[in-house]
Structure formats: structure tokens, C-alpha cells
């Protein structure tokens, strides 16, 4: 097992904000199974705010721990500002990640991304297609 | 918290009358093996002692033990060793693609010097085909590793009659029985190979020594030069309490083995049969009845192992995974991915391996603690959720 920092423990062992919103108002998916990691993210949007934030994750403790983190960091933020989550400010939140799971806050950063692109792109603004994760499992 | 510990695939718990053996030569006998006096000649006589232990759990000769420092040195001898000896006639080499890295990776290396590498498929259960192995002999094959039994899966392959196919060629039979001496019967006669590599820590003795056995005649260039120590094979000077520790752990193993198998077999098939039956979407891998006794090993579908791992540890059980994350090099398990099993669902891989000091009432606990966690990690799961959507749809 990785040397996991208490808050991160903390979160995997009490994720914050699991779960699926219905009538989400952008949904974004990062990573895929094979790679061992995948986040999907729902958000809901109330006057440029991200009134709720919720997520599903499938892999490591880490993988949880970030999910539940960006959530938590994600809501009541404007678009504006959870545009500024980004991996090194999500592993610094969490009182940092070993070195060899440090991928899996990128994919939080990422998911949280995608979702508001997804609801950008609903709203009939024009967001370019981002690159999608170097597969850094194989 | 009650604790459990079911990871004895990687190291089994040290025995007190092992540990009592070795005692004395962490102590008072303190000599070096090779000097001319009495502590010398009470080391030496103790090494030679376990040396014998050794040999008698294998149906071997003493002196045809070389004592390592671990199973993976073991490996690494055999087949450098082996392989530079042979390299006159041939530089090819057949191996099993289910082979631990101290196996593989030492193929690896030996390719760099112009060997090359035929890797023999397994099947769904981790079985090697005789067959196979005939297929990929060569005119220049030299050197043949398969393993006795995976860890991981606990697949136990049928040494005995890829041995006779492998004779045939005249090529050299290495297998690596780290995780089978001392678990289950090995007689190197029967099996008819030319090489075998044991680890101490893995049937209750000490890490940090392991063993080779060679059969007399047959050449290996030397692993670490300078002194004389063990035939100048492998020089340095002896690791005494370990050695004695091994020793000991062998005559353990060999005097109680038929008791522990019954037990192992027992509290492993409540495993077997409990665990999927009260978690759907989870199997068994690795061979149904050809199979180490203490080995449980699972896939646990839609759900990724470390979390596994670390909500179990929560509850005091230890076990192990051979899921990507749970590895430093994020890299999902060969043996699994060898067997067929998805990338998706190898992430999936929980296993217990069981020892001599568990008991039913600690199958029970996993098989209690065990569906919640399971349950949790799926509530989570965006895999689980995709699953249960297109189920409902289908219903």
C-alpha cells in the first residue's frame, strides 16, 4: 500500500458527494478501465455557480480520495474558479500523493473539466474537443 | 480489531521453533563457517546440517544445495548460470509466460546478449501444455524454466510430464519451486528437472536465504566469485541463522506437510466456495483442483483491488492484488493477463493466501467483512452503475 497522507485517507474512507445527479447540467468521463482508473462527473449549474457536484469513480484509493476532493473543492465555486482546480492544486489540498498515483489528480482535474465543457457546450458556447489522457498504465 | 493475516504468498510468518533454531547462531555461535576453530567448526557443522534438511525435504543430495540469499537470487542463478554454461550449443531459451520476474527478467537480460526467448502460452487456468513446450524446443534450445506452482493463482503445472518432453531435446529443466517447496510434496526425482530454486520465507523459515538445487554433473558458471564458499558457486560468506533457519523450516515442512495441506485445503475451499457464492460477478482464477493449498484467488468485477485492499486492512485483514495500482509500476498482473483475464477485470484480482496460522473462524471474518466492502466500492463504481443500467434495460 502507498503512503497515503490523512486527508487522503480520510476521503477514501468517507468519499464526499458520491453518486449520479439526474438532470445534470454537464457530465464528464476521464479515464477508462483498462487503464485501472475512471471518474465520471455531474454537475449542476445555478447562475454561473456549480451548485452541486457528484461523482462515480472506479479504481484506487487515490482515484477515490481526488474524486471526493475535487467534488468538495468544485461546489459553490463559479466556472471561473473550478476551472483553477488543477492537479497540483488538488494533490496539494490533499497533502500531497505518491509520486506514482500523482495521475490521479490529473483525472480528477480532468473529469471536473470535461463536465463544465460539456455544459459549455449545451449552453451553445463553442469549447474545442480536449486531448484525451495518455494512457500511462501500458 | 481482529486481525487476519492472509498474504502468506508474500512471506509466510517465522515459526517459533524456527526461530528458537536460530537463536544460538545470532548469539554465542557467531563463527564463520570457513574458519579453522571451534566457532568456525560449530558453524560450519550447523550449515551442513540444514544443508541436509534441505536436501532431505527434496529427495536430494546434500551437496547438491547451493543456499542464496532469496528465491529471486535463486532464479537468477539458474537461469544466467545455466543458460552461459550451455551457451556453446545454443542460445535459445523457453519459458512460461506466467514465470515470475526473477525468472523473466533474467531472460530479459541474457537477450541482450544474444539469447533469445520463446514464451509458452497458458491456458484460462494458468496451465502450461506439455505440448506447448515440445512446440517451442528448438535445435539450439539450451535452457527450459517453468515454474512449479504461481503464486499469484496457485496453479500447480504438471512438471513430471513436460520434464519428459523436455528431456527428449537433452536441453537443461529449471523450474522454480519458490512457491511450492515446502507447501506441497517436491521430489526432484520425480519431477526429472535439472535445477530448482526454494525460498526460506516462503514455508515459515527466514527471509533473506533461498536455495538452488543442481543436480550433480550438471555445469552453472558461478553467481558471485571470490571465496570458496558453497562449491565456489556462490561465495560470500554464509548467512548462518538463516541458513539454520531454513534447515529447520524444512524439517518442519517436510515432517507436518500432509496435516497442514489437510488443513490448508480445508479453510481454502470454505474461501472457494463462500466467497463467490455471496459476491455476484466475482470468480475464481487460476486451476480449480490443481491448485496450491492455501491459494484463494478471486476477480471481484467493477471494482479495482487496492481500494479493496485498504478498506480490508481497515479491518485487520491483510491480503494482496494484482491490480495495476497496487503495483509501483501501475502495470495490471502478467499472470492474470496471461490467463485471458480483461485488463478491466485484472484490476479486479483480490488474493488471500493462506498459512498454517489461520483458522476457519478467520475465513469466516473475510467472508463476513468481505460483501460489504464489495458492495460500497460498487455503489461507487461508474462501471457497476453502467452494468445495472443496461441490466434493468435487458430485463
Known amino acids: 500500500m502507498p503512503a497515503y497522507s490523512e486527508k487522503v485517507m480520510d476521503h477514501f474512507m468517507n468519499p464526499r458527494n458520491v453518486g449520479e445527479i439526474e438532470d445534470a447540467d454537464g457530465i464528464g468521463e476521464e479515464g477508462n478501465p483498462v487503464c485501472g482508473d475512471m471518474m465520471t462527473f455531474y454537475i449542476k449549474v445555478n447562475d454561473n455557480r456549480l451548485s452541486d457536484v457528484k461523482f462515480k469513480t472506479f479504481g484506487c484509493g487515490a482515484a477515490i480520495a481526488v474524486s471526493s476532493i475535487v467534488s468538495e473543492m468544485a461546489i459553490g465555486k463559479t466556472i471561473e474558479e473550478a476551472r483553477k482546480i488543477t492537479p497540483s492544486v488538488v494533490a496539494k489540498e490533499l497533502g500531497g500523493l505518491p509520486k506514482n498515483k500523482y495521475h490521479c489528480s490529473n483525472l480528477g482535474a480532468q473529469a471536473l473539466n470535461l463536465a463544465i465543457d460539456d455544459y459549455q457546450r449545451k449552453q451553445g458556447m463553442k469549447v474545442k474537443p480536449r486531448k484525451r489522457r495518455k494512457n500511462d498504465h501500458e | ?395
Open chain 2, 1 to 395: 480489531m481482529r486481525k487476519v493475516y492472509l498474504d502468506n504468498a508474500a512471506t509466510t510468518p517465522l515459526l517459533p521453533e524456527v526461530f528458537e533454531a536460530m537463536v544460538p547462531y545470532l548469539k554465542d555461535m557467531y563463527g564463520n563457517p570457513q574458519s579453522l576453530h571451534s566457532w568456525g567448526d560449530d558453524a560450519r557443522e550447523a550449515v551442513e546440517e540444514a544443508r541436509g534438511k534441505v536436501a532431505a525435504l527434496l529427495g536430494a543430495d546434500s551437496d547438491e544445495i547451493i543456499f542464496t540469499g532469496s528465491g529471486t537470487e535463486s532464479n537468477n542463478f539458474a537461469v544466467k548460470g545455466l543458460a552461459m554454461a550451455q551457451q556453446s550449443k545454443g542460445k535459445h531459451i523457453v519459458a512460461s509466460a506466467i514465470e515470475h520476474f526473477s525468472v523473466l527478467h533474467s531472460i530479459r537480460s541474457l537477450e541482450k546478449q544474444g539469447f533469445e526467448l520463446t514464451e509458452v502460452p497458458v491456458d484460462k487456468h494458468g496451465l502450461v501444455d506439455p505440448e506447448e513446450v515440445a512446440r517451442s524446443i528448438r535445435d539450439d534450445t539450451v535452457l527450459v524454466s517453468i515454474m512449479t506452482a504461481n503464486t499469484e493463482v496457485g496453479t500447480i503445472q504438471p512438471i513430471g510430464d513436460i520434464s519428459r518432453v523436455v528431456k527428449k531435446s537433452g536441453a537443461i529443466f529449471h523450474t522454480d519451486a519458490v512457491a511450492a517447496v515446502g507447501t506441497i510434496p517436491v521430489d526432484v526425482g520425480e519431477l526429472g528437472v535439472d535445477a530448482l530454486s526454494l525460498a526460506g520465507n516462503q514455508f515459515y523459515g527466514p527471509k533473506g536465504v533461498g536455495a538452488l538445487w543442481i543436480k550433480k554433473g550438471v555445469r552453472i558458471i558461478p553467481f558471485l566469485e571470490g571465496g570458496v564458499q558453497e562449491g565456489g558457486r556462490r561465495a560470500g560468506t554464509e548467512n548462518v541463522p538463516a541458513i539454520v533457519g531454513l534447515g529447520r523450516a524444512a524439517e518442519l515442512a517436510g515432517a507436518e506437510m500432509k496435516s497442514r495441506i489437510e488443513h490448508l485445503s480445508s479453510i481454502r475451499d470454505k474461501l472457494i466456495e463462500g466467497l463467490p457464492s455471496r459476491i455476484e460477478h466475482s470468480f475464481l482464477t487460476g486451476h480449480p483442483t490443481q491448485r496450491l493449498p492455501g491459494n484463494a484467488s478471486f476477480c471481484i468485477e467493477f471494482i479495482e483491488g487496492e481500494s479493496m485492499l485498504m478498506l480490508l486492512g481497515h479491518q485487520g485483514i491483510a491480503a494482496a492484488s494484482g491490480s495495476a495500482c497496487t503495483s509501483r509500476a501501475l502495470k495490471a498482473s502478467h499472470v492474470l493477463l496471461a490467463m485471458g483475464i480483461p485488463h478491466e477485470v485484472a484490476h479486479g484480482s483480490l488474493l488471500f493466501s493462506l498459512g498454517v496460522t489461520n483458522s476457519m473462524e478467520d475465513i469466516e471474518y473475510v467472508l463476513e467483512i468481505l460483501p460489504p466492502i464489495v458492495d460500497r466500492l460498487r455503489s461507487m463504481s461508474p462501471l457497476y452503475a453502467k452494468y445495472s443500467k443496461e441490466r434493468n434495460r435487458g430485463n
